[in-house]
């Protein structure tokens, strides 16, 4: 069956050791591949060999390893099956799908119940499976692709009410215990009301130290702080004991042990002094405190953590939930369901100008569209699918998609995509992509795993957080050992620096650092319409030293346009030019012969209406934009290589080049000059003769697109070295080389000769006779269209396809700019280097603050200074180095892309 990719929702991670463990445990399944954890999106990305292992399996290491994974439950009636082997088919049917771990299905009832993980597979798949194994399906109040698809996010959900549950009691216990406890200490309550030993030790002349001298269950307060505490420590704290105990099964340790064992101390030595009737000073507040405190950073981490998915939220908001879906009016096939729910409408349309037909609109779940459905879209309307526009006209807002902020006008013929917004015409398009093979659905994949990929400076991280808990015990011990077999402080200090080490160390951060930056960092990316293919592709990008350009489509529009016509016979020029053609078209031949640039193109373009060469269709289309009318060639004939001869309304026409026009015996004294000046413009330039005289030269080029030299100009401001590849001649890569500003030109290079010329950039720096600027030990970028140029993509350190909305190249390269604009390729560089500060910043606090905190809560500065700190203080750091870490991840997602954006 191949290798397969799942994403499995995890629960129960709290630190970099939780996500290790998890690794480990699918790593060990044999066929598993590959299996990346994401601790800040909770998802681990696994790639397995479907022959040797299954989802169930994968989920079942998961839960040994002491963790859970969301999954979700479904009720399908089913319609047709008569026998057991319906069921069965249907069965089979719904197992094959990734991402099913169980299906059953009832015969007697028609019922399938299905288990699934609702972020492999969903409910249109589902019902796709049900009915190509040749059965139906009807539909259910709350088995809809939106309570499919929302089951994470319900799950989810539920996870953080109960979060916040869990601390509203901490904080409600927490805080008068602290306060009280605080009160006592500074003396602010009146002895009589503690306790009765205390209240006659007071009469005595006693201060407030008594009660260190007396059982402390003398005091009253004492048994109030257990029944606050109590609580906080088994309630609030549930979720610390449990994974503590799950770790401890599997024979590790994580966050989690850590403040179980924290929090533990202080609570049972405090009840250990009620319960024996010792005498001492209780913690039950240090111990509810490190709960309730260390529970307000899980809150507000568990925030953060949601906004940095934030971008693949908002693209998958853009689905529109419904189609407007033309049928004709007698043959919707709709249930009687959808009839009652659905208002169609009627009207006629004329899409093809072939015949008026009867259609109904009909409004309908978008996962109940197929190719080949005829869609409405209204102004303010978004595009349900992707499609091609048959009728109608309109501008359309593909900012979400592409990153470009203009509206782009669109007519029949074009391409439309999903989701984005028709901003004023109504228009018919007819689907060609829906569910998964849609642009957007192809966008939210690429995200998702370039979210959950690992980046290469994570390796440091791994390494560190595998033995960081044991050593954190470990130190902890040596802690209290040292202080109270050597430092002389007693038991209960001694306690107090140990308590203070477990509770201070913070994995967590460790594990955010990379995961959160590279989430926001690549969702960023995708609402400018830059696709980067996983953490590793964009940590390249951050080193690129060298950026080589195709030209024709990357540079240039690549696509050819009339630039210059040019009449070298004024004497046939007509006064009128204007008039001429249309004289001509109505067959006065006497028009031809007057001349003027319109009708030398005119009569050019009839000339090339039968080729498909792409400099007759340039011809071709300059004259329909001329509004000109063409003739029918009575004759067409292609000499390759050098041009056209045709016969057009009684004129034998020659289109070609010199060599052309020479063997034609036609007399190119007057056009040889122009045709010099236009070439050494990098300019095709074509003679156009007329019954044996050279009328003019018409000139076609590739122009180069508007932005390009500002975006080679802001590679050239980020130290970034600019190489122009191409495969076309010399004299016209060096014009546009000249126009945008590169710093080398290689021309007439052969696509495997691409490779090569990469290869050599990469291993010294320097290719080819002429030394390049590049920079051994910096990456080179290749960019191109994603398709002649795939072998450089693919060779390149980073490939970068340029591509447009529904023809993106998402396969080619690295990295995909959605946009046909080359400034996306600095946004792109600018972004990765953004991201990858963002990581080592990230990094640099997290490790720095363990540095310092895990000595000084060990009591480094007691000896010195009198300072210790206190488990409480150790329990609000830690909470704050997880929320700082997440906070500054999330600063990615207003980063500024220069005023390119």
């Not at 989802?55 to 390893?65: G, K, N």
């Not at 995200?447 to 954190?472: C, E, I, K, M, T």
């Not at 107090?496 to 460790?510: G, S, Y």
């Not at 600019?722 to 696509?751: F, Y």
Request: glycine share 10%; with cysteine.
């Amino acid at each position: 069956m191949g290798i397969q990719q799942i994403n499995l929702p995890v629960t129960g991670m709290t630190c970099a050791s939780c996500s290790s463990r998890v690794e480990k445990a699918l790593r060990k399944l044999p066929g598993v591949h590959e299996a990346n954890v994401n601790l800040a999106s909770e998802q681990a990305a696994v790639g397995f060999d479907a022959a040797l292992v299954a989802p169930p399996q994968l989920l079942a290491a998961v839960e040994r390893a002491g963790y859970g994974v969301i999954t979700d439950q479904i009720d399908i009636a089913v319609t047709g099956m008569t026998c057991a082997s319906c069921s069965g088919r249907v069965e089979k049917a719904l197992r094959k799908l990734p991402g099913v771990l169980e299906a059953n299905v009832n015969l007697a009832s028609e019922q399938a119940t299905v288990a699934y993980l609702p972020t492999a597979v969903g409910w249109p798949e589902i019902k796709a499976a049900i009915e190509r194994a040749g059965y139906g399906v009807i539909e259910l109040a709350g088995a809809g692709p939106a309570e499919a698809g929302d089951a994470e996010a319900l799950a989810r959900t539920r996870e953080l009410a109960q979060k916040r549950r869990k601390l509203l009691v901490g904080v409600a216990l927490g805080l008068p215990l602290f306060v009280l406890s605080m009160a006592r200490d500074f003396g602010l309550i009146a002895p009589w009301l503690t306790a009765f030993w205390a209240a006659n030790e007071a009469a005595m002349g006693h201060d407030g130290v008594m009660a260190m001298h007396y059982p402390a269950s003398a005091d009253l307060l004492n048994w109030l702080f257990l029944a606050l505490a109590t609580p906080v420590q088994f309630y609030s704290g549930a979720d610390f004991y449990l994974h503590a105990w799950k770790a401890l099964r599997a024979r590790t340790a994580n966050m989690d042990t850590l403040i179980a064992l924290g929090s533990s101390a202080a609570y049972l030595y405090s009840v250990a002094l009620l319960a024996f009737g010792v005498a001492g000073h209780v913690y039950f507040e240090t111990a509810a405190l490190i709960i309730t405190l260390i529970l307000v950073g899980k809150y507000l981490e568990a925030r953060a953590k949601s906004q940095t998915g934030a971008a693949i939220k908002a693209l998958i908001g853009l689905q529109p939930k419904t189609a407007r879906v033309l049928r004709p009016g007698t043959e919707t096939g709709r249930s009687g369901d959808q009839e009652a729910a659905s208002a169609p409408s009627s009207l006629s349309l004329d899409l093809l100008g072939s015949r008026s037909l009867h259609y109904d609109e009909i409004d309908m779940p978008i996962d109940q569209v197929r190719k080949g459905d005829l869609i409405v879209v209204r102004p303010g309307e978004r595009v349900p699918v992707d499609g091609i526009i048959v009728a109608g006209r309109s501008s359309i807002d593909e900012s979400m998609i592409t990153g470009e902020s203009l509206p782009v006008e669109k007519q029949p013929g074009d391409a439309v995509i999903g989701a984005t917004v028709n901003t004023t015409g109504s228009f018919q398009f007819r689907a060609t992509r829906v569910g998964k093979e849609s642009a957007l659905a192809q966008i939210i994949k690429l995200v998702q795993q370039a979210q959950g990929s690992r980046a290469p400076v994570q390796r440091l991280v791994d390494q560190v957080a595998a033995v960081f808990v044991p050593a954190v015990i470990g130190i902890a011990l040596a802690t209290f050992v040292g202080w109270y077999a050597i430092g002389g402080v007693g038991f209960t200090q001694s306690l107090i620096f140990a308590v203070a080490v477990l509770v201070i160390a913070c994995p967590c951060a460790l594990g955010l650092a990379t995961p959160t930056a590279i989430m926001v960092g690549t969702g960023t990316g995708a609402v400018h319409g830059i696709l980067i293919k996983n953490a590793e592709s964009l940590e390249r990008a951050a080193t690129i030293g060298t950026v080589v350009l195709d030209k024709t489509g990357t540079i240039t529009a690549g696509k050819p346009v009339v630039t210059d016509i040019v009449v070298v016979q004024p004497a046939l020029v007509a006064a009128d030019g204007g008039a001429e053609h249309h004289a001509s078209s109505t067959g006065d031949p006497d028009a031809i012969a007057l001349g003027s640039q319109a009708s030398v193109l005119r009569l050019a373009a009839s000339a090339e209406r039968g080729s498909e060469h792409p400099l007759g269709q340039a011809i071709v289309r300059a004259a329909h934009e001329h509004g000109l009318t063409l003739a029918q060639p009575e004759s067409f004939e292609a000499a390759p290589g050098h041009g056209i001869s045709a016969l057009v309304e009684g004129h034998a026409m020659l289109l070609g080049n010199l060599a052309l026009m020479q063997g034609w015996s036609i007399d190119t004294a007057g056009v040889a000059g122009e045709v010099a000046r236009l070439q050494a413009q990098g300019k095709t330039a074509m003679v156009v003769a007329a019954d044996g005289v050279a009328l003019g030269v018409i000139a076609v080029a590739d122009t180069v697109k508007p932005s390009s030299q500002a975006a080679i100009a802001e590679l050239h401001r980020l130290g970034i070295q600019v190489v122009m590849l191409t495969g076309d001649n010399a004299r016209t890569a060096e014009a546009i080389a000249q126009q945008v500003g590169v710093d080398r030109v290689v021309a007439e290079v052969l696509p495997a000769e691409k490779v090569n010329f990469i290869k050599e950039l990469q291993a010294h720096g320097q290719a080819g006779a002429q030394p390049a600027a590049a920079t051994p030990g910096r990456a080179v970028a290749m960019v191109g269209d994603g398709i002649n140029d795939a072998p450089a993509l693919a060779q390149a350190d980073v490939g970068i396809a340029i591509g447009t909305g529904a023809d993106v190249a998402i396969e080619a390269a690295d990295v995909t700019l959605m946009r046909g604009d080359l400034r996306g390729v600095a946004q792109a560089i600018m972004l990765s280097r953004r991201t990858l500060t963002t990581i080592k910043w990230n990094l640099f606090w997290a490790f720095i603050y363990n540095v310092i905190g895990i000595p000084i809560a060990a009591g480094l500065l007691y000896p010195f200074f009198g300072l210790q700190l206190s488990p409480i203080l150790a329990a609000g750091a830690m909470a704050c180095s997880s929320v700082f870490v997440v906070s500054n991840s999330l600063r990615l997602r207003r980063v500024r892309l220069g005023p390119l954006v």
